[in-house]
Every structure is written in structure tokens, then in C-alpha cells.
């Protein structure tokens, strides 16, 4: 018994809503749950857990085991677990410490990167800097380009600009920056746009969802025009 609690966790990776002690069967008459009687160990001290006995099995609620061991578990179109979080019964926001930071530090090693090939400053648009977060925490893996002009307009930015996307997995955030922008130099075109002289503002969005890391890049070119403007 010592181990009931473990063992139940075990069990909970394939189950929306309860966990049982015992291979459930498939019934096709009405069943009646009744409050268990059985007594519940957790390293050897008997806890307070609420299950319920339904044809001779028991059922525990997966928010409450999740409570008792202190992980995590949410609903977000699907179950989701966090070993090493503690219980809230919430989806966690999306990481934001430091990605503050992490958006002008990207800024800087753009125009660090201008300047050692003889191309001004990108100086900071705010509205870019709005549209760019707003389509990052789309978490689009593609350009949309209607989208991301609608965006930039909404946002109070009434010329053209560039845009560059870049989308990536397993990167620490103080490898974020680094990590868009050497993915950037790699790409002609996406070089190009980073690169563009005639473009004198700058706006950069980051998300991170579940270990995904969405990198938007807005320049801003004055001499140009908004097609959805």
C-alpha cells in the first residue's frame, strides 16, 4: 500500500479525467458509485483521498492525486501533466521572464550585425514591436503575410516592411537571440530583409509554448506601402 499513490500516477497518462486501481471492464447497464471505504498510504502515512467504488474498482479524481503529490495537470483541449510543477489545475502562461530582455537583445545583435556590414540602425518601432508579438503569440510556423499586414496596421505602423519568421525547439532563452539570428544569416532572403538598408525601424516578437519558440522580425521601410493599408 505504501506505493498505491505511485502507482496510480502511473496510470494517469492515458486517462482524461479518473484512474482506477483495477482494469476497468466496458458495462452496458447503469452503474452506482459509492464513496470508498479503502484506506489510502502515501510512503506509509495513510492520507485523506476521495475515490469512489464502482463495480468493485476504484476511482480517484486526477486533480486530486495531482494535489496530493503537488505536479501539475490542466486541461487545454487534452490532458496535460507537468512533473516538475507544482499543482495549480492551470495552464501556465506562456513563458514571459526575460523574454523582454531577450526582444532587445535580438534588436542589438541585428544592428550590431548592420553595423559590421556597413548598414545603419534599425531605430525601435514601437507599433512593429506590437504587430511582431502579436503574430508570435499566434505561434504561426508559416508566414501569413495578409495576417501580419493587418497586424502592423492595427497596430498604428502606416508604411510597408519586412518580415521574417523563424520557429525552433530545445533553446535555453539565453540562446534565443543567437539562435534567430544565425538562423536568419543562414537564409538569403531572410538575410536580405535583416540586412535591407532602406529600412529604418525595427519590431521583434517572441513566444515560447511548450518548448516551441516562435521568432517574428518587422523593419520598417518608409518608402514603401502597406498593401492591406
Known amino acids: 500500500m505504501k506505493h498505491a499513490i505511485h502507482f496510480l500516477a502511473g496510470l494517469l497518462l492515458g486517462s482524461a479525467v479518473i484512474v482506477c486501481t483495477g482494469a476497468a471492464s466496458a458495462v452496458s447497464q447503469t452503474v452506482t458509485a ?5 484506506p489510502i498510504f502515501l510512503d506509509g ?13 476504484n476511482y480517484f ?7 496530493l503529490l503537488d505536479f501539475n495537470v490542466y486541461w487545454d ?22 523574454l523582454s530582455q531577450v526582444r532587445l537583445d535580438l534588436i542589438s ?3 550590431r550585425l548592420r553595423n559590421q556590414n556597413g548598414v ?25 503575410n495578409r495576417e501580419e499586414c493587418e497586424a502592423v496596421i492595427q497596430a498604428g505602423y502606416p508604411y510597408g516592411f519586412g518580415s ?8 535555453a532563452e539565453s540562446t534565443i537571440a543567437q539562435k534567430a539570428v544565425d538562423n ?34 518587422f523593419v520598417g521601410n518608409p518608402n514603401t506601402h502597406n498593401p492591406y493599408g
Not at 459509492?34 to 479503502?38: A, F, K, R
Not at 531605430?123 to 508566414?143: F, G, K, N, V
Open 34 to 38: 459509492t464513496l470508498t471505504t479503502s
Open 45 to 57: 502515512s495513510e492520507v485523506t483521498l476521495q475515490g469512489y467504488n464502482i463495480g468493485g474498482h
Open 61 to 67: 479524481k486526477l486533480r486530486d492525486i495531482a494535489a
Open 77 to 98: 483541449d487534452g490532458v496535460y501533466m507537468e512533473s516538475d510543477a507544482p499543482y495549480t489545475g492551470q495552464k501556465p502562461e506562456p513563458a514571459a521572464t526575460g
Open 109 to 111: 545583435m541585428i544592428n
Open 120 to 144: 545603419p540602425d534599425l531605430a525601435i518601432s514601437q507599433p512593429l514591436m506590437e504587430a511582431a508579438q502579436e503574430c508570435a503569440d499566434r505561434h504561426y510556423t508559416w508566414h501569413h
Open 164 to 171: 521574417n519568421l523563424t520557429v525552433f525547439t530545445g533553446t
Open 184 to 217: 536568419w544569416v543562414q537564409s538569403p532572403g531572410h538575410y536580405r530583409t535583416m540586412m535591407d538598408a532602406e529600412c529604418d525601424s525595427i519590431g521583434v516578437g517572441i513566444a515560447v509554448d511548450r518548448g516551441i519558440t516562435y521568432c517574428y522580425l
